[in-house]
Each structure stands twice: as structure tokens, then as C-alpha cells.
């Protein structure tokens, strides 16, 4: 591994009854690490006990959150204990801790803001992974970054960030699709990321919290939420305009049929409103969502504003 002298590296694991595979996670990534952090997510088994003792630091949620409540307060945490470096991974013993060194090496060696633990480059270990898996994490790939296509392994957890990166990372999904909302927040800014091959243990593992289908559609329902309200003009403006011409439609067909036989047909009137109603609702939240946008935006800029000026003075007058 790189000379990390200059660096304090520290894991975040977020746990939701993992008593099983906990201790194993732990004692293996403090091999690597500084220190780790779990996250103990409201579990109603062992866990946050067992890491104790394993030497993690346990920060416990009294209710399950989800994944990615559990993230930000481990980033929290490990910001204020002065890590430079963060690597999260998941507490269920998929990721094999050895592969920490290879997962901070890109950083490490200046080559990457973000480092993602792929199962699908040359090299990586994912022969025990069920076709089911694979299947799905390629469907999901697609969906998260349809236009970047060099990152093979969207669904990942098993990463390391700059603590710069995790400083300005805003962190909104709760659930498990935070992976995916995550990385389209850091592709979104063209931050460095780079891939680099992991293993992954998923024989004869029993402490998955997810299904396949849960999981599938609690990431989907995430990107959907993210990409409305990241970009609302688009993804609800386009179905507004569809709408409004499926309406305009619906009332020349109307109008039609009444100039040539002089029948009123309430069915079609009903289908051209119904389809205005909508269009105007559609369009009527891309409004709203995008100016909500532009005053949190504005309200971000006067506070950097404020705090940098604050700043600037502490040091005229330290001077």
C-alpha cells in the first residue's frame, strides 16, 4: 500500500442486524484503517455490541433509517474525527476487507477523488454471484448513468472518498438506493473516479436485509426522486407537453366529429380535460420544483458568501 503517513483513514459501515458477520468486518478492515465506524442502524440483534468489542467506534440510530441516513451520520462522525480519507463497505461480509489497500491506493497516489470497488472489470472476483445479480446490477447501471458507460459497477458500497469529496457530497437518499443517487451527485460535478477490481463473498451468506425485487425498485424509486428534482423542467416539462398535445388532440377530433354530424361526444370532451388536467399538473410542479431549486441554490451562495467573508475578516484581524 502507499505511504499513507500523511493521511487518516477511516471506515464507515453501516449495520442493520449484521451480529453474525460484524466483528469479522471490523477486525478485518482495522488491519488497514485508523479507525471504523459503524453505523448501527435501530438493529434489533447483537450488532452494535459485538463491534464494540471488535474495536469499532459504534454510533447506534434508535430506528432504522436506512442506508443512507446511516451514511451521513458515519461521514459526520468521521469528519470530526479528522479523516482525510473515508471507506465505506457493507457490514454483511460481502467485501473482503483485503481489498481496503487496493481501494485507497488511487487516492493515495493522486489519481482519484473517488474510488469505486468494481465487480465487473478485469481482474475482480465475482464468480459466486448469482445470475439474478449480475442481471440486475447491469439494469441498474444503465438506469443510474445511461450516458457514462465507463463505470461498470454503479451498486457498489464498497468505496473510499476525499474527505473534500464527502465535505461538499450532498447525501439525500435515505434507503439503499444512495449508492446509486451518490454517484450521479459526483458524476454530475465531473469529479476523478476510477474503478479498481474487488472480491465478493456471496455463498453461504444469509444476513442480506434486501431481496432482489425490494432492492431493484428502492434504488429506481431514488433515481426517479433524485432526477425530478434535480432537473424538473426536463423530466416533468416533457411529460407536460405531451400531455397538453394529447389534449389539443382529444379537442380537434372533438370539434371534428361535431362540425360533421353536429354530435357533442361527452366521452372524448372528458379524455381531452383529463389530459389538459394532467398536463397543467405536470407542469405546474416543474415550476415549482425548479423554482424551490434556484432559492436553495441562492440561499447555499449568500451563506458561502457570509461564511467567506467571515473568514476573510477572523484573518485581517489575526494579522
Known amino acids: 500500500m502507499p505511504n499513507n503517513a500523511n493521511h487518516k483513514i477511516v471506515a464507515v459501515i453501516p449495520a442493520y ?3 453474525k458477520t460484524i466483528c469479522w468486518v471490523v477486525l ?3 488491519k488497514y484503517l485508523d479507525k471504523v465506524i459503524v453505523v448501527d442502524d435501530g438493529s434489533t440483534d447483537m450488532t452494535a455490541e459485538i463491534a ?3 474495536g469499532a467506534i459504534v454510533i447506534q440510530h434508535k430506528t432504522n433509517l436506512g442506508k443512507g441516513a446511516a451514511l451521513r451520520t458515519g461521514f459526520n462522525e468521521a469528519l470530526k474525527r479528522g479523516a482525510t480519507i473515508i471507506v465505506t463497505l457493507d457490514a454483511d461480509g460481502q467485501h473482503n476487507p483485503r481489498d481496503i489497500p487496493k481501494i485507497v491506493a488511487p ?3 493522486d ?8 465487480r465487473f472489470i478485469e481482474d475482480s472476483d465475482n464468480d459466486d454471484m448469482p445470475k439474478y445479480r449480475k442481471i440486475g446490477n447491469k439494469l441498474l447501471n444503465f438506469i443510474t448513468l445511461p450516458w457514462k458507460r465507463n463505470i461498470t459497477d454503479t451498486q457498489s458500497g464498497f468505496r473510499a472518498y476525499t474527505s473534500d469529496i464527502i465535505k461538499e457530497l ?3 437518499a435515505d434507503n439503499i438506493g444512495v449508492d446509486s443517487q451518490v454517484l450521479m451527485e459526483l458524476t454530475k460535478e465531473d469529479h476523478k473516479i476510477v474503478e479498481v477490481p474487488i472480491s465478493c463473498q456471496y455463498r453461504d451468506l444469509e444476513t442480506s436485509t434486501y431481496n432482489p425485487i425490494r432492492h431493484t425498485l428502492s434504488v429506481i424509486s431514488s433515481i426517479l426522486v433524485y432526477v425530478t428534482e434535480d432537473r424538473p423542467l426536463f423530466f416533468l416539462g416533457i411529460p407536460a407537453i405531451i400531455f397538453l398535445f394529447i389534449s389539443i388532440g382529444f ?3 372533438l370539434l371534428d366529429i361535431f362540425n360533421r354530424t353536429r354530435y357533442f361526444s361527452i366521452e372524448i370532451a372528458l379524455l381531452g380535460f383529463s389530459a389538459l388536467f394532467t398536463g397543467l399538473i405536470f407542469a405546474i410542479a416543474a415550476l415549482i420544483l425548479f423554482a424551490i431549486g434556484r432559492t436553495i441554490i441562492r440561499l447555499i451562495q449568500k451563506n458561502l458568501e457570509i461564511y467567506s467573508y467571515k473568514e476573510y475578516k477572523e484573518d485581517e484581524e489575526q494579522k
Not at 489519481?111 to 468494481?118: D, H, K, P, Q
Open 28 to 30: 478485518g478492515s482495522l
Open 17 to 19: 442486524n449484521e451480529e
Open 52 to 54: 464494540k468489542k471488535c
Open 251 to 253: 379537442f380537434l377530433h
Open 107 to 109: 487516492i493515495l497516489n
Open 111 to 118: 489519481e482519484a477523488e473517488v474510488v469505486i470497488g468494481s
Open 170 to 172: 450532498y447525501v439525500k
